[in-house]
T-cell receptor
Framework: GESVGLHLPTLSVQEGDNSIINCAYS??????FIWYKQESGKGPQFIID?????DKRQGQRVTVLLNKTVKHLSLQIAATQPGDSAVYFC?????????????FGTGTLLAVQP | EAQVTQNPRYLITVTGKKLTVTCSQN?????MSWYRQDPGLGLRQIYY???????DKGDVPEGYKVSRKEKRNFPLILESPSPNQTSLYFC?????????????????FGSGTRLTVV
């Protein structure tokens, strides 16, 4: 079947380099953001999240940066490894008083070259 | 192991033949949702459920039905499938569906069901 990686912007990096994946979100009222990783043939997996009262959050080898002024989110992956090759999605929670609905970006394909 | 289980993983069917894709989670999550994923369009929400017997339409509900009779199960029903419903489907669950709830919002996804309608 057709891969979800087709038609996506692609970031190609060398193994060991740092990767930066960017995402522009749509709603200035969004107060919660998540990055997901989707490997071929699998469902999206949670990587890291951040709330709108923060501008940076770090995990293991990953850092998420939030710039609310320009509605921009980025995911930094340190020392990128072949196992990091996947499609990465950002998601925002845009509803201030309604349900826990997430709106997903279309994704970026990260290709790690050995 | 905490997980969301979808079945089947792959399905090829013919136009008009009713089908059900099952989804089950073992985490006692209140919130469950179905998404379809199409190239260039990302994940789009079909239906969601805040809790047992509470369901509502997402962004692309036409041609689909759901039910939530038990907390753990949230089947997706296609009464009369058409070729434009050929897609990759994901079920997801979350501890809470209420914004403002201090518990985790993030979704846990199933492994996906690739549906082809011919």
């Amino acid at each position: 079947g057709e891969s979800v990686g087709l038609h996506l912007p692609t970031l190609s990096v060398q193994e060991g380099d740092n990767s930066i994946i960017n995402c522009a979100y749509s709603n200035s009222a969004s107060d919660y953001f998540i990055w997901y990783k989707q490997e071929s043939g699998k469902g999206p997996q949670f990587i890291i999240d951040i709330r709108s009262n923060m501008d940076k959050r770090q995990g293991q080898r990953v850092t998420v940066l939030l710039n609310k002024t320009v509605k921009h989110l980025s995911l930094q992956i340190a020392a990128t490894q072949p196992g990091d090759s996947a499609v990465y999605f950002c998601a925002e929670s845009p509803y201030g008083g309604a349900t826990n609905k997430l709106i997903f970006g279309t994704g970026t394909l990260l290709a790690v070259q050995p | 192991e905490a997980q969301v289980t979808q079945n089947p993983r792959y399905l090829i069917t013919v136009t008009g033949k009713k089908l059900t894709v099952t989804c089950s989670q073992n985490m006692n999550h209140e919130y469950m949702s179905w998404y379809r994923q199409d190239p260039g369009l990302g994940l789009r929400q079909i239906y969601y459920s805040m809790n047992v017997e509470v369901t509502d339409k997402g962004d692309v509900p036409e041609g689909y039905k759901v039910s939530r009779k038990e907390k753990r199960n949230f089947p997706l029903i296609l009464e009369s499938p058409s070729p434009n419903q050929t897609s990759l489907y994901f079920c997801a669950s979350s501890l809470s569906g209420r914004v403002g709830d201090s518990r985790v919002y993030g979704y846990t996804f199933g492994s996906g069901t690739r549906l082809t309608v011919v």
